[in-house]
């Protein structure tokens, strides 16, 4: 505290002095800034004040203890993050909203052989020898968020890691899991399709666990000696169906407020995104019994985990007897809400966020983003003492219950549905730092301005963010490249940073998927193995990701620089360029897609004509953009207009919440993002006439965001 209070006497001036030399200049322009160099100057007063040692004492504060969203200690939290917003100068609000949560009562796993004998009963205690937080009262037992309650007994089918193409090689095998226990484990895709598919195909429950070969001793040292999944850690997590919706299971497309009326709520133990199957997830120590004793056919080579002996597919030779006890209520949760009224247009909001909530302390996810987060707003405050106010209105947002669902978030975006339809960016960070190494997702129009953004920034390593992120993925092709030199796969000829597409599993997806506000997201990542764990604490952060948390500030600095040159840029700076390059390549993927897969009849030539159509419009828009127009209100509406442009307004198939037809999380996937998701998975269902409907929507879109672009242009 007194370190902070220091830090705002000083002149930012003289603060400016402790960045590095290299970074004094700074670039010398910024696509949409008409006087860039004034810019550059409040970028740099910005950059001087976000504080590793204070970062340090943030995220202390915030993993002190288990938050789970809607506990007591969670809504310490919220008071804790809305003081800190407070103190910068932000209009703070702690908003309240209703959700169906659940908490564990009982949960038992036991395991006999076919003799009757005793092979495991746990859940284990997460422990290791020498780890000051895993024995804290407060630590809730490994559950999974919207599993329902059941007492189950069966024999037990292991899926590999419960994809598609596992449950497919289970059929090739003449393997049912029809009234079976089904034994998966994590990776591959998002745990709630594991769920998904096994009860799509009839099976009595699921059990999920860590296997070594994905975050254990197999990658490395095990926590506290490195940075992998100790034995006994376990990863928790939700298995709501959110690649059907995401929030509050009782209210799709409404904000689950206090006050919202029972009439107005689905029943959330029927709605569309709760599992009917129990599931829990367990540890490679309690695991290790069961499939050491799976009778059955041995698993295809490339199932085998790194478990020091043979894997069988089952059913025979193990029983497991699975019981769950679930607390489900509507519990109140916490979002901390932050403005800064923009000056010239106070209605287009720069929205910045990330949650609060953790499955037990959270130090790498999600508080790592926190702390960066308040640094930003540290920095942010800074400027507001000398009198600088921003163009556009900032808000920042601490979501809570992210971890059940996306819950804060999506409730707040339903919330203010009419006002984000004018927010011109969202800004998230989740896992903000669990090692050195930057990387970013984002809508095509935003990419080239994250990478901006990135050149910065001065980075630990030297040099700047974007010089280091190069130099990584770089390196990390190379060593794909010698991997895979029998393959005749050569290193990528790309110069540029690559950034990834936005699927789902974090806060942007109510705002790009269901609302279609341009989004990013944000991180700084290493060995990290402790995710959804007791062990992902204060004491395995300062070991293995950020000892001096100066990725903290790091993180802190391009987050503020992002939302900075949002605000205050002149005209917007999408790049719908390089966007419709990119849906034109997403065209003519599933073109081939369709012709591999035997899928006739589908006429692509409309889609991709008006791609091309978007593009060209796009090369106009992009000279327009560069001239600067004296008054830029008119091309700013119609700039953000184009990506609203792409919703639907039916929504996907099957799941109407997903509105945008060029990103979605994938039904089977679950976090990766499916691009052209109504056109791809009716390719995948093989289902031709969906697909044809399918390809008519997206080209409407198209055609409809080419037309505003043809109106901005002139």
């Known amino acids: 505290m007194n370190h902070r209070a220091l830090a705002s006497c000083l002149c930012l001036s003289a603060l400016a002095i402790s960045l590095p030399a290299q970074n004094a200049g700074g670039p010398q322009s ?12 409040i970028d740099q007063q910005f950059l001087a004040v976000p504080d590793a040692k204070l970062a340090g004492e943030e995220l202390k504060t915030l993993t002190a203890a288990p938050h789970v969203a809607g506990s007591k200690e969670d809504h310490d939290t919220a008071l804790y993050v809305a003081e800190k917003f407070k103190a910068a100068g932000l209009d703070t609000a702690i908003v309240t909203y209703k959700a169906w949560l659940n908490l564990p009562k009982e949960i038992h796993v036991t395991a006999t052989d076919a003799s009757g004998k005793v092979l495991m009963t746990g859940p284990t205690r997460e422990h290791v020898e020498g780890d000051p937080f895993d024995k804290d009262p407060r630590v809730v037992m490994p559950f999974n968020g919207s599993s329902p309650s059941g007492d189950v007994t069966a024999e037990v089918v292991y899926a590999n890691y419960g994809r598609p193409e596992d449950f497919k090689k289970l059929d090739d095998l003449g393997v049912s899991v029809k009234g079976k226990i089904v034994l998966v484990r994590y990776g591959g895709n998002f745990r709630g399709v594991k769920v998904y598919i096994a009860q799509q195909r009839g099976a009595a429950g699921v059990i999920i666990y860590s296997d070594p070969a994905d975050d254990g001793y197999y990658r490395g040292d095990m926590y506290p000696k490195g940075p992998y999944r100790p034995e006994t850690g376990v990863q928790r997590g939700a298995v709501q169906y959110l690649f059907k919706y995401p929030g509050d299971a009782s209210t799709p497309g409404i904000a689950s407020t206090s006050d919202l009326p029972e009439s107005k709520r689905l029943k959330p133990e029927t709605a569309p995104n709760m599992p009917q199957i129990p599931s829990t997830p367990i540890s490679y120590h309690d695991a290790a019994p069961i499939l050491q004793a799976l009778a059955g056919p041995a698993v295809p080579h490339e199932w085998q985990g790194a478990l020091p002996f043979a894997y069988h597919v089952g059913p025979g030779g193990v029983k497991v007897h699975m019981v769950l006890k679930q607390d489900f209520a509507y519990r109140d949760i916490w979002d901390v809400i932050g403005k800064i009224k923009g000056t010239d247009w106070p209605d287009a909001w720069v929205v910045a966020g990330n949650h609060r909530d953790a499955w037990v ?14 640094e930003a707003v540290h920095g942010i405050g800074e400027l507001l003492k000398t009198g600088w106010k921003p163009k556009r209105t900032i808000v920042f947002g601490s ?9 804060g978030s999506t409730e707040w975006a339903e919330d203010n549905a009419s006002a984000l339809a004018h927010a011109v960016a969202y800004f998230n960070t989740d896992v903000g730092v669990s090692g050195p190494n930057f990387d970013a997702s984002a809508v095509p129009s935003l990419k080239n301005f994250v990478r901006e953004v990135a050149k910065e920034v001065p980075s630990p390593k030297g040099g700047n963010v974007y010089e280091q992120w190069q130099k990584s993925q770089t390196e990390g092709e190379s060593r794909r490249h010698s ?3 029998h393959m005749g796969k050569g290193a990528s000829s790309q110069s540029d940073v690559e950034i990834g597409d936005l699927g789902s599993g974090s806060d942007y997806t109510p705002f790009i998927q269901h609302l279609g506000v341009p989004s990013t997201d944000i991180g700084s990542g290493g060995p990290y193995g402790v995710y959804h764990s007791v062990f992902d604490n204060y004491n395995w952060f300062i070991k293995n990701a950020d000892p001096t948390f100066v990725y903290e500030q790091q993180q802190a600095r391009v987050f503020g620089i992002e939302i900075l040159h949002m605000a205050d840029t002149d ?29 006739s009849g589908l006429d692509f030539a409309p889609a991709l004509s008006a791609a091309n159509r978007f593009t ?18 008119e091309l700013n509406t119609q700039l953000r207009t184009v990506e609203s442009d792409l919703l639907s307004s039916a929504g996907l198939p099957n799941r109407p919440w997903f509105k945008h037809t060029v990103y979605a999380p994938g039904e089977y996937t679950g976090y990766a993002a499916v691009v052209i998701p109504g056109v791809n998975e009716a390719i995948d269902a093989k289902d031709s006439a969906r697909a044809a409907m399918q390809l008519t929507t997206l080209t409407d879109s198209i055609n409809r965001a080419a037309s505003t672009l043809g109106a901005a242009s002139k």
């Open 361 to 374: 302390y959270g130090a790498v996810d999600p508080n790592s983003g926190t702390a960066a987060m308040l």
């Open 571 to 599: 005209v917007l700076p999408y790049d719908y360029v390089n966007y419709g390059k990119e849906i034109s390549e997403y065209i003519e993927a599933a073109k081939k897609k369709a012709a591999d897969d035997g899928v």
């Open 399 to 407: 979501w809570d219950a992210e971890e059940e669902g996306l819950i």
């Open 616 to 633: 060209s419009a796009a090369e106009a828009v992009h000279k327009k953009q560069q001239e600067l127009p004296t008054d830029p209100a």
């Open 483 to 485: 991997a895979n030199e």
């Open 30 to 41: 910024s696509f949409g800034y008409r006087d860039f160099a004034s810019q550059a100057k």
